[in-house]
């Protein structure tokens, strides 16, 4: 089964996930079905919200963008409940996208050094400095824990422009050509 990806304006990727404890059931396959997804749907990252669980769970393979970003040549993590420091707060600004907002891409400013501490999938521990858009990647990765999305960092003159596009995506006038969930109707806005 082919997981959906939930889309902005759905209140799973609002709230903020719990941590993951070592031996939770199905962790492997959950992490298998989440790299499959992604990869259906061209990301490089997926946090677990985006296809509809509120737990500390991200997968990243950075490689396909590795001819613009040489940082990103080979790296591909499973994160369980990572943990972000940042090393300076120098802001740089690059469009993102994300798979939950098809269609939008925005500058977002984020610093660039950062170091992070998380578990792999065998539940090990790991650290690293890391910089550049793989920096960006983890960062992107990360708000989705913290229920947040990268149009909540841009400027309020670019939220207003693509307000009505936002509002689209959350009431289901879209199609991204992979498997997708919008907010049920009862809650819409
Ligand atoms: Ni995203």
Redesign the pocket.
């Known amino acids: 089964m082919k997981l959906p990806v939930y889309l902005y304006g759905h209140p799973v990727l609002r709230k903020i996930s719990e941590s993951l404890a070592e031996g939770a059931d199905g962790l492997k396959e959950l992490v298998a079905q989440m790299f499959e997804a992604m990869y259906e749907s061209e990301?490089v990252?997926?946090?677990a919200p985006?296809i509809g669980k509120n737990i500390r769970l991200v997968v990243i393979d950075a490689d396909p963008v590795a001819e613009t970003f040489p940082e990103c040549a080979g790296r591909k993590f499973t994160l369980i409940n990572p943990e972000i420091e940042i090393l300076d707060g120098d802001m740089v600004s690059r469009p993102e996208?994300?798979?939950?907002?098809p269609g939008i891409s925005e500058n977002v400013p984020r610093v660039e050094h950062i170091r992070l501490s998380w578990l792999d999938e065998d539940f090990k521990p790991h650290t690293e400095e890391m910089s550049g858009f793989l920096s960006r990647i983890v960062q992107?990765?990360c708000?989705?824990l913290e229920g947040k999305?990268?149009t909540d960092r841009i400027s309020g003159i670019r939220k207003q422009l693509i307000k009505g596009k936002l509002n689209a995506i959350a009431q289901g006038r879209v199609t991204p050509d992979y498997p997708f969930r919008v907010a049920p109707k009862a809650k819409r806005r």
């Not at 996208?97 to 907002?101: P, R, V």
């Open positions: 990301g990252g997926l946090a985006q996208g994300c798979l939950s907002i992107h990765e708000d989705h999305v990268f």
